[in-house]
């Protein structure tokens, strides 16, 4: 009866395990609950001033990362003759919750989009291809080899998308043979995304260091200089981006430095020319695209445009600064009411007669939208080590609890059975190590790779538990010892993430939720098994009572020391 409740209590602790991070976990990183969801949010009723630009070309270089970029030689030109900054793509630096940032102006923790794969996060986001579509701009998309790319840049149903690597070069191709097009120049005529994505394919191949990376970026910076080519500087503008960097040895998705920081190369019309500017967050990517043609910025926009791209005086770059700065305001201030949102109406005005500039509109983002990103982190925060916190406290009681209930039964009898947790853990651990996989998002497989690579850890780590079970005489207390660690462990971890959709985990809780699921069955069916076997080994080896004494390892009242019943709680013998 009581290895029967050792197979029950390890099959409950590993059920609640796996279906935490395949109903709660997994759900939280594309998710619709968010604390934008359910706020209202509209453009600007100001009109944006007249564009900047007549074209407006962006091409995303996927993968390819701040430093390299700043190094590449085939980018050399477009650098000494347009502006170039970093990116601060937010964590997890994958490419769909970065495109997100691009077109919709929000970060991860907002949009609810956090990781590749299905999901759109939020409900009725609005992007800046929607919005130059509504404005009268003709909206092309490019994905080239990477179909997904239409759907996570967000165009309108009527946009021109053309899949294939060759819509590109036939669009180069018949550009110069069409009539000189018509700009009145109210807004851009057009607005096209191209995706380039053989940088990522060579980085997950092999990692930044390798000469395959080296060859893609040339070779995308060979096309984008050739796209470059096609365009009127004078009249037409370039804005090279990227998503996120790659690590040398492969890999993207965790907060690593080399991974967040991207890159912005602008060039042509107004542009200056071979400057770097500040870093800026991929989220001021929109409204920047809606300054350079003449429409509104996204309504669900929270980014600031990026007007030091320009050569602009300081009573344009101030007028320029009106429909996104409403937009913005009004948006962040229905977030999160605070003193500052006092001074929108005062600032928003003077900004339109020219006696605010950009300083003081900056200021102002920075205490409503900045602080309110640095409180919610602080939040988040505070709030999950609380939870993880109570969790242990809690599950620590409740397991203390049993184990003095059924003293032998959940509680070693020796100090060193205290360590039988541990063998089954490094042999789990040790496995995931040699198949690649790191505490970081950047070093995990996808479901159909990581499935059965855990399973066969798991399987090492439940076998390495079982023999050393069966080395060191550990029984029914050691058994349910580890599947009480193993319950409690797992609840810590998994008290941090999951249970508030609305927040982001911390990049080191977002992978061991993940990764530490299986290692629970394995501990606590491993547990199970080494009490089974133990006790039909008890049975098979006992002698019988006819050739054995009854003194011989049988206390007077029948019971046994092998069958691990408990001695007299002060230690004296029975009366």
Known sequence: MIVGGHWAAALLVSAGAVAWVRLAVVPSFNTTETLTRGVEHARSTHTPLPSLARRVLVIVVDGLGYDRAASLPELEPLRREGA?????????????????????GMGPRDSGVRLNGVGRGVAGLDSILVSAWDAGVFVRVRPRGFSPFADLVRPPAQADVVPGRWAVVADLAQLPALEP???EGRRAIEMEW????????????????????????????????????????????LLVVSDHGTLASGGHGGDERGLTHAFALAWGARVKRGVELDPRPLRDVPSTLAVAAGV????SNLGEPMLDLWELPEREAAARLVEPFDQTMAFGCRLRSVRACAYVDDVREALGSGKAGPDEAGALYAAIVWDRDRTLEAAETGAQRRRALGAALGASAVCAAIAR??????WPDRAAGLLAPL??????????????????????????????????????????????????????????????????????IAATAGADPRALPSPLVS?????????VPAWAFGAALSATFRTGTAGRSRPSSATTPPSAGRSESGCSDEDGCSRSRTGSPPA
């Open 296 to 299: 509104h910025s996204p309504s």
């Open 194 to 237: 191209v995706h380039l994505g053989e940088v990522d394919d060579a980085g997950h191949e092999c990692g930044a260091s390798c000469e395959a990376y080296g060859r893609a970026a040339a070779h995308a910076g060979d096309m984008v200089r050739a796209m470059a080519a096609r365009l009127e500087p004078e009249r037409d503008l």
């Open 511 to 519: 992978v061991l939720v993940i990764q530490a699921a299986p290692l």
């Open 84 to 104: 170039f900054r970093k990116l601060l793509a937010d964590f997890p630096t994958f490419t769909a919750p970065a495109l997100t940032s691009m077109v919709v």
């Open 181 to 183: 097009p018509t700009h």
């Open 423 to 492: 063998p089954g853990a490094i042999a789990y651990g040790s496995v995931l190590f040699l198949l690649g996989y790191r505490p970081t998002l950047s070093a995990m497989a996808g479901e159909a790779v990581f499935v059965p690579h855990a399973a066969i850890a798991a399987g090492v780590g439940l076998a390495v538990h079982v023999a050393a079970a069966r080395a060191f005489g550990w029984w029914r207390g050691e058994a349910g010892f580890t599947i009480a660690v193993a319950a409690v462990s797992f609840v810590v």
């Open 405 to 410: 209930w059924l003293r032998g039964v959940a």
